[in-house]
């Protein structure tokens, strides 16, 4: 339900904008004067402010610039009955969405209030469009034919529409977010955001921030209100992964999350109440976590309704070609190049190796096998040379640093080294950007210029 806060010293139109307010279904919250609201923003975070422009003390001006540097994401429309061009552009100017005067019609001021909203939700579904560039549909992403997948298929369509919390276990690189995904996009909450965090990325004193969101003021940097991912993603979906990370103190306040179906904001004095479907997922064991204590056991046990167990690739060698087949479409989509093909030897090679990093290791090797096609056909040397691979591109067997008589594709070969070794220095940093950036002696600037480019997310400063 989105949150409106009315401001005007006229007691009779603060009742009939609330009276129609309510009607309209949102939560309406109404003050006689700037002051008061002030106090409210700083307590509260608000969908949309209706605020007057004349008012004794604090006037509308205030109130609208106090809104947008509390919570510049909230839509403010101003209302006077003494409508002059410079309040007019002055108010546009400080990020007033809309200026009316007094008398107004109520079909008119409906309609403003349902853009409005309507506009907040656009710009919201925008940043997570941007932080959640992967694929949105349902299975397209999950690739098998194994007993083990399918298993797990049929698990995802029957409990798809379930509101039960979800727990999805495997190991590294099997493909937990994907499913989390699957879940999500196939049941009736799919119109609305899935929005995912990585538990083990961020550090505990940012972790309860980003969860639950923060009030101005509430620390050092919290230079303004800010929204926490769950509320981001009400009424849809929160996927946790790697749960298991977490500190005894987040897991409490999950805990609550999941009990009460609120929270309270760091800083904040009210609870906010939100219809958010859970989906966690870990690489570890999650009941001895329990057993040595480093895991509570009563949030276990409320993650845990619906278990699904994702199997490594190794014991799934059977999808490998099908992987394989799905990957070099893939990438060769994206760089626009013919998709190589893998003769029998270089297959049974794959087929053999024992891929401890799962269906991840072999999306990367497939993707470095794309930018380094040549045209011709990938070989088991070639296969093997990027498998056993080495740090130093002159030391690394099967990389062609010699001209064939169809040359290469150097742009190709270098910025799939250049990517490679980007990633490598985040998982050597676990993700911390300032010091992967030491280890390729590069500033950080230049460096976050390069993830970006390779389209590289994740990770903290």
């Known amino acids: 339900m989105e949150k409106i806060l009315v401001v005007d010293d006229e007691q009779s139109l603060r009742e009939v904008l609330s009276i129609m307010l309510k009607r309209a279904g949102y939560a309406v919250t109404s003050v006689a004067d700037g002051e008061e609201a002030i106090e ?43 409508a002059t061009a410079d309040s007019a552009v002055e108010a546009m100017k400080e990020g007033a969405y809309d200026y009316l005067t007094k008398p107004f019609q109520v079909d008119e001021v409906q309609l403003i209030i349902r853009n409005a909203l309507e506009k907040r939700r656009l710009t919201t579904e925008n940043i997570l469009l941007k932080r959640e560039m992967a694929s949105q549909s349902s299975f397209a992403q999950l690739v098998g034919q194994s007993e083990a997948m399918q298993k797990v298929f049929d698990v995802v369509r029957k409990v798809a529409d379930s509101k039960s919390n979800v727990l999805i276990c495997g190991e590294s690189g099997t493909g937990k977010e994907l499913v989390a995904r699957a879940i999500h996009y196939n049941s009736a909450r799919s119109p609305m955001p899935f929005v995912a965090v990585n538990c083990s990325a961020v550090p505990e004193t940012l972790l309860e921030s980003e969860l639950f969101g923060h009030m101005k003021g509430s620390f050092t940097g919290a230079i303004s209100n800010k929204a926490g991912l769950f509320e981001v993603a009400n009424g849809g979906t929160i996927f946790l992964d790697e749960i298991g990370d977490t500190t005894p103190t987040i897991q409490v306040k999950l805990l609550r999350v999941i009990q009460e179906r609120e929270f309270r904001r760091v800083g904040g004095t009210q609870d906010v109440k939100v219809d958010v479907r859970i989906v966690a997922a870990t690489n570890k064991d999650l009941e001895k976590a329990v057993a040595d204590g480093s895991f509570r056991e009563d949030l276990y046990y409320r993650l845990d309704v ?62 470095r096998v794309v930018a380094f096609s040549t045209g011709g056909a990938v070989t088991d040397v070639d296969v093997r040379g ?65 993830l970006e480019k390779y389209a590289i997310k994740g990770g903290r400063d």
Request: no cysteine.
């Open 40 to 82: 409210h923003l700083n307590k509260e975070i608000f969908d949309l402010v209706i605020t007057d422009l004349r008012m004794p003390k604090v006037d509308g001006m205030e109130v609208l610039k106090a809104v947008k540097s509390a919570s510049p994401e909230t839509v403010v429309l101003v209302i006077t009955a003494f």
């Open 386 to 450: 990027w498998l056993h691979r080495s740090v130093s591109p002159q030391q690394q067997p099967g990389l062609p640093m010699d001209l064939t008589d169809d040359g290469l594709d150097l742009e190709g070969l270098i910025n799939g080294i250049e990517k490679d070794l980007l990633r490598k220095a985040l998982e050597r940093s676990k993700w911390v950007k300032k010091k992967a950036a030491r280890l390729l002696r590069l500033n950080t600037r230049s460096f976050r210029y390069r």
């Open 306 to 367: 619906i278990p699904i167990r994702l199997p490594p690739l190794r014991l799934r060698s059977g999808d490998i070609p099908l992987l394989v087949n799905h990957f070099l479409e893939r990438f060769s989509r994206e760089s626009g190049k013919p998709a190589p093909t893998l003769n029998a030897e270089a297959m049974h090679v794959l087929l053999g190796h024992e891929w401890r990093g799962n269906v991840r290791e072999l999306e990367n090797l497939i993707e």
